[in-house]
């Protein structure tokens, strides 16, 4: 479609109105809630409807440890922040570099049982630029992703602009057919996630690294989702199966588990010293407020003995699933803390979720494409170590009536139909 306007120039008016708008015919456009986050009622949160003040309970929040709402690590960043005052004010370059983003490193490369690690804005950043940097400075290196990786490992290596090979996901004998089809002496690297964010499976992490160690590949792996809940001082999948030693940069984020901000790498010092020195993504930006290093830093140091939150999480992830069994509500199986419920239909899921908070006080979040492929759009469901069997035995309760709704609307509108028809 060409969107001209009378002086025959490129209108830009009607170019994002239309693009706009074939959004919401999909019914994939993002409307947001405005949420008053609540430290003290967590999981509980406030919103505003009608003029009335509403409560529901958070069943999408990424804070899996209720980390960010724990009075030490709200102490921590309290005392730095009243020290070193809100923003760091510089690059790290530039006067951005204080004890706290040092002493958050050295935390970070220590639980990954790395010599060295990284920080930047978010995990987003972190991969953007390490995939980047690694990809614009080798151009014969080619990239061998899962084909449900991430947005921000999609955008890194696009942006490297080096050829990639996509495997079907978790499947190692795709990759390894990859692998050996390519010659030994070329550069590649193999980049994939421990647990997928949406579907929630978990990669065969363990023969993927013994494969790509046998073509001379190295080895990128996103622990977004692991970091706090597997392993364990809750390093991840790679501390769990044993692997930290052997995979060759880490991925991981300050913003889930750690409930605070921001996001790194971890890997041996020459590697790291490589994107801190050519990384633009990392050189060109201003480094994290010290306090939110220090908070995170605090927040690491108790989740290293937080295990009884971590098994905590896995019996009311146990507990979910086979209440959802028992009322027939169908969801991926995986064995990972992430339970999607697949609706298949963009329109659909947004109109379960909005039924869910408005009618039953249940918040969800509904996954559309491109987050999702079309067809997999889905509820996800996540239990935080904040959660109990109450609330829990809730939400499944208002799913199975929202799906009941659901089925008797949609029997009164078919003889309507056939009959109109
Ligand atoms: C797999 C994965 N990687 C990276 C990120 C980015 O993390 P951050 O929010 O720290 O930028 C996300 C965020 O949702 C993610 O799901």
Not at 100 to 111: C, D, F, G, I, R
Not at 264 to 274: E, P, Q, R, V
Not at 369 to 376: D, I, Q, S
């Amino acid at each position: 479609m060409i969107y001209l306007c009378a002086s025959n120039m490129f209108d830009f008016e009607s170019y994002f109105k239309t693009e706009l708008e074939q959004l919401r015919e999909e019914g994939r456009y993002r409307y947001f809630l405005n949420v008053n986050k609540s430290a003290r009622h967590f999981p509980h949160f406030y919103y505003e409807k009608g003029g009335e003040t509403k409560r529901a309970i958070n069943f999408c929040s990424n804070d899996y440890l209720g980390m960010s709402v724990e009075e030490d690590v709200i102490g921590k960043l309290s005392y730095i922040l009243h020290h070193s005052g809100t923003g760091s004010s510089g690059t790290r370059n530039i006067s951005g570099t204080t004890q706290q983003h040092q002493s958050l490193e050295n935390a970070l490369a220590v639980w990954h049982q790395k010599e060295a690690a990284l920080l930047f804005g978010g995990a987003y950043l972190a991969n953007v630029t390490a995939l980047q940097t690694i990809g614009r400075k080798i151009p014969d290196l080619i990239f061998i992703s899962d084909e449900r990786n991430h947005a921000s490992i999609i955008e890194g290596m696009r942006a490297a602009g080096n050829a990639k090979k996509i495997f079907r996901h978790n499947d190692v004998a795709h990759l390894a057919e990859i692998l050996s089809a390519l010659p030994m002496d070329q550069p590649k690297m193999v980049v994939f996630e421990s647990v997928y964010s949406m579907n929630g499976s978990v990669a065969p992490v363990k023969d993927m690294i013994q494969l790509a160690k046998k073509y001379n590949a190295l080895t990128y792996v996103d622990e977004v989702h692991a970091i706090g809940l597997y392993g364990e001082t809750g390093a991840g999948i790679c501390e769990k199966d044993d692997l930290l030693k052997e995979v060759d940069l880490i991925n991981g984020t300050l913003a889930k588990a750690v409930g605070v901000y921001g996001g790194y790498i971890a890997g041996n010092a020459l590697i790291i010293d490589f994107i801190r020195s050519f990384g633009s993504g990392f050189i060109f930006t201003t480094s994290l407020p010290p306090a939110i290093c220090a908070a995170a830093e605090k927040s690491i140091e108790l989740i290293r003995h937080h295990h009884a939150r971590r098994q905590y999480i896995g019996e009311l992830v146990t507990y979910l699933r086979g209440l959802l069994d028992e009322y027939a509500i169908s969801h991926t199986k995986n064995s990972s803390h992430i339970t999607p419920v697949l609706i298949a239909e963009a329109s659909r899921c947004k109109a379960i979720a909005d039924r869910l908070l408005e009618g039953f006080g249940v918040y969800v979040q509904p996954v559309n494409y491109p987050t999702v492929p079309v067809g997999e759009e889905c509820l996800r469901l996540i239990i935080t170590a904040k959660h109990n069997r109450e609330q829990i035995f809730h939400l499944v309760q208002s799913l199975k009536k929202v799906f009941l709704e659901e089925a008797a609307h949609h029997m009164q509108k078919e003889p309507t139909q056939s009959l109109a028809g």
